[in-house]
């Protein structure tokens, strides 16, 4: 096993490791969250393996059992992002807890990224564009941008920006709503660092992804702050 594929691992480890920690701090280690955090780690890890082989092509030969091989894709992060919260919401149904949880997920999903995007760098995948900066890096026959380090300390830039807001965002799901919109926001520019091969109407599907999600955030955001003014303002008032 090559050291990309050590950290690659280690970072499904950290990322683990800290929501277990977050669950155990606000006491919520209870068998529910248990199976729905073991629900949204596996639905996280296929959908980042599956994604990543359908991008960069499935084997024809492949069996479907690849998708469990450590070294047949598993980096695309986003499409992990996608399937994990599905798994998360498809088993909160299943069990009839209404409770949120994405706040748990909030700060794991970047410590995960900060180590794993290490094992990137060190497989040479997710490679960076072109360029003849100081700091760049030799991989795939030229000099590149080492995105996959930049992906790496904006992930754990964000991690530290969660902790601070953290004591601050009150209301349920605004951690994970804040941690959404920061990995739509910096994931959106990074793209442009990235080596892509196919456009649409200028950004790569992923960008175009980013958009939405962030849209999706603000205008959650949005609807929120609305229905809580639509509620106060029907509470009578004391005279």
Request: proline share 4%; hydrophobic share 50%.
């Amino acid at each position: 096993m090559t050291l990309g594929e050590v950290l690659t691992g280690l970072g499904f480890v950290v990322g683990f490791v800290v929501l277990w920690l977050e669950a155990r701090r606000q006491k919520l280690l209870t068998t529910g969250m248990q199976v729905i955090a073991l629900a949204g780690f596996i639905g996280g890890i296929l959908g980042a393996k599956v994604t990543q082989l359908l991008v960069d092509g499935w084997p024809i030969t492949a069996p479907w059992w690849v998708i469990f091989d450590p070294k047949a894709g598993g980096k695309a992060l986003f499409g992990g992002l996608i399937l994990g919260w599905i798994s998360v919401i498809v088993t909160k149904r299943k069990l009839g807890i209404k409770r949120g949880t994405g706040d748990l997920f909030a700060l794991a999903l970047p410590a995960g990224e900060s180590v794993g995007r290490l094992g990137c760098f060190f497989n040479q995948c997710c490679y960076g564009t072109v360029c003849e900066a100081p700091w760049s890096v030799h991989q795939h026959g030229a000099e590149r941008h080492p995105v996959q380090l930049y992906s790496a300390l904006t992930a754990a830039i964000l991690f530290a920006i969660l902790i601070v807001l953290k004591p601050r965002l009150r209301r349920e799901g605004d951690l994970w709503r804040t941690y959404l919109l920061g990995f739509g926001s910096t994931r959106f520019f990074l793209e442009f660092l990235r080596a892509n091969d196919s456009y649409i109407l200028g950004l790569t599907a992923m960008q175009w992804l980013c958009l939405e999600l962030v849209a999706y955030v603000l205008l959650r955001a949005m609807w929120i702050r609305i229905r809580e003014s639509q509620v106060h303002s029907t509470i009578p008032q004391r005279p």
